[in-house]
T-cell receptor, first 114, second 112 residues
Framework: DAGVTQSPTHLIKTRGQQVTLRCSPK?????VSWYQQALGQGPQFIFQ???????QRGNFPDRFSGHQFPNYSSELNVNALLLGDSALYLC?????????????FGPGTRLTVL | GDSVTQMEGPVTLSEEAFLTINCTYT??????LFWYVQYPGEGLQLLLK?????DKGSNKGFEATYRKETTSFHLEKGSVQVSDSAVYFC???????????FGTGTRLAVRP
């Protein structure tokens, strides 16, 4: 059973560009959450998708947007990249049908903005 | 708002030493509490959790007790190994399905 997978592993972009990161949830999971982890910091919640809709959102600007597909996979899009967007982006999946709804994390995509 | 405070690292110990990593939280209501571990180059793995006051979470020799009176969830292990070297994150969640709020992480280095 594959866990949460993310692509690409690493990405280098320049300021002002746009980027799309992808996540496939663990089998049986229907909810996807995205987190940003800056170097030396804890992960910060960006948003969560369930039933193809954004259900919760953290304190991130509108440059950060997402999408969830019918197969529960998800994309994170960031427009007009800033140097400060350089971070490890983590995807976590969970099942709405489980009592404690544990989140399982992928290995992350490391984004470098030059 | 909700927040988690962890002791700053790095924490450097010799193999077989006793480990304590302090974690306190601020939140309304009765959050669930978690410890996650991040090994070099990897994502986060759930280490243990506790969902209500006085619960003790345990896994792989690590333990943490949910203390509502002191709003704490300190991580302990009686005898660390070199393979325990990683970054440890304390986190809270207000309700099932809700976002996780993380501390800044504590790096542990264990010397042979």
């Amino acid at each position: 059973d594959a866990g949460v997978t993310q692509s690409p592993t690493h990405l280098i972009k320049t300021r002002g560009q746009q980027v799309t990161l992808r996540c496939s949830p663990k089998s049986g999971h229907d909810t996807v959450s995205w987190y940003q982890q800056a170097l030396g910091q804890g992960p910060q919640f960006i948003f969560q998708y369930y039933e193809e809709e954004e259900r919760q959102r953290g304190n991130f600007p509108d440059r950060f947007s997402g999408h969830q597909f019918p197969n529960y996979s998800s994309e994170l899009n960031v427009n007009a990249l800033l140097l400060g967007d350089s971070a490890l982006y983590l995807c976590a999946s969970s099942s709405s049908g489980q009592l404690y709804n544990e989140q399982f994390f992928g290995p992350g995509t490391r984004l470098t903005v030059l | 708002g909700d927040s988690v405070t962890q002791m700053e690292g790095p924490v450097t110990l010799s193999e077989e030493a006793f480990l304590t990593i302090n974690c306190t939280y601020t939140a309304t209501g009765y959050p669930s509490l978690f410890w996650y571990v991040q090994y070099p180059g990897e994502g986060l793995q759930l280490l243990l959790k506790a969902t209500k006051a006085d619960d003790k979470g345990s896994n792989k020799g690590f333990e943490a007790t949910y203390r509502k009176e002191t709003t704490s969830f300190h991580l302990e292990k009686g005898s660390v190994q070199v393979s325990d070297s990683a970054v440890y994150f304390c986190a809270l969640r207000k309700s099932s399905g809700d976002k996780l709020t993380f501390g800044t992480g504590t790096r542990l280095a264990v010397r042979p």
